[in-house]
């Protein structure tokens, strides 16, 4: 435990050093300052105004960046790792092959939904200083939702870095399943499968295979619990699951992914030549 710990330790520290974090934590901070100079805070969408709107602005755009910086600054640190030939260093100490896998795991977690968490916490702080009715169970869900993404993509990037034994592979792989996942959002690819008359069930199912569709119908049904954006897919959403089941399964799909597949890359890892 003690080896995982200071593992943990150690990434986090050589990712604060990192010019992708600083550019990461830049971008989230930027979004929140944006969105309060543009007066988002004071426009109205459905009936939300205040830090309700701009959250739910905020949940949208992490849903796009955050996938792809979480993959990217990932498979380039592991894979650069080994090409660098840190692991025949590190592992050539006393340090257990899982606390080395895992440690890096949640020590890159840690690094990863930090900015995002605390860029959220800093604009609920700002709103209640300006007397704004602050939206605690918004901030609730969304918090565990980015939880959810932040897992699912963590396990993506570990096991693309077991596999590959390039950065540059690495980050072509990554950015390949990112854009892949991207394009299925709102059922954009999709649109081929229902014109060869596919039954609606296989196009859901494959839909809500795709963690991004998962977590943004899960963040649209907290303000639109008809999820009427949808349109006619919502039906056999809530037929399926109810808003409470859906819920439930933003949260656990997309974590217990992130986890399977890091679970999967660990097998990688402890087999390969590291």
């Not at 792809?68 to 840190?86: K, N, P, Y």
Request: hydrophobic share 60%; proline share 4%.
């Amino acid at each position: 435990m003690k080896a995982f710990l200071l593992t943990a330790r150690l990434d986090m520290a050589e990712s604060f050093r990192a010019k992708w974090f600083v550019v990461y934590s830049l971008v989230f901070g930027g979004i929140v300052v944006a969105l309060f100079l543009f007066g988002l805070s004071e426009s109205r969408i459905m009936g939300f105004t205040g830090l309700t709107r701009l959250l739910v602005t905020y949940i949208q755009l992490s849903m796009a960046i955050l996938p792809v910086f979480v993959l990217i600054s990932t498979v380039r640190s592991m894979a650069g790792d080994r090409e660098a030939g840190v692991y025949e260093y590190m592992l050539s100490l006393p340090v257990p092959l899982w606390a080395w896998y895992w440690g890096r795991f949640a020590g890159r977690f840690a690094v990863v939904f930090l900015p995002v968490f605390l860029a959220m916490a800093a604009a609920m702080i700002w709103g209640g200083l300006r007397g704004a009715d602050l939206p605690y169970a918004h901030f609730f869900w969304y918090s565990a939702l980015l939880v959810s993404l932040a897992f699912c993509f963590l396990g993506m990037g570990f096991l693309i870095s077991s596999l590959t034994r390039s950065p540059d592979v690495a980050q072509s792989a990554a950015f390949f399943i990112w854009l892949v996942l991207l394009m299925f959002l709102d059922l954009v690819l999709l649109g081929v499968i229902i014109q060869e008359q596919a039954p609606p069930e296989v196009v859901m199912a494959i839909a809500l295979a795709n963690p991004m569709q998962v977590f943004r119908a899960a963040a649209m049904m907290l303000f639109d619990p008809q999820l009427i954006l949808l349109g006619p897919s919502a039906y056999l959403i809530l037929d399926n699951f109810g808003s409470a089941g859906f819920m439930a399964y933003a949260l656990i799909y997309p974590a217990g992914l992130g986890l399977v597949l890091a679970w999967l890359g660990f097998r990688v890892f402890c087999k390969s030549d590291l």
